[in-house]
């Protein structure tokens, strides 16, 4: 009887008998799918830095140094 190993969240381990060989459709398709996930990223990354205000923040930092000149 062959023991079945498990991962430490519990779920049970697949050896490398058990997985079954890939079509070509699902190789494109993990590669298209992943191309798209990245391609957003950078898209997202982009936008963020092209849009960034530089002053948003400003009011924060004045809040914090009256909270520490407060507390100090």
């Known amino acids: 009887m062959e023991r079945t190993g498990f991962e430490p ?6 050896s490398a008998t ?19 996930f990245w391609s957003l990223i950078a898209a997202i990354v982009l936008a963020r830095a092209a849009f960034f205000e530089p002053g948003v923040y400003d ?13 100090f």
Do not use: C, H, N
Not at 59 to 71: N, P, Q, W
């Open 9 to 14: 969240f519990g779920e049970p381990l697949v």
């Open 18 to 36: 058990d997985t079954q060989p890939q079509s070509r459709a699902s190789k494109l398709l993990l590669r298209a799918g992943t191309g798209l």
């Open 59 to 71: 009011g924060f930092s004045r809040v914090a140094t009256l909270a520490k000149t407060l507390i």
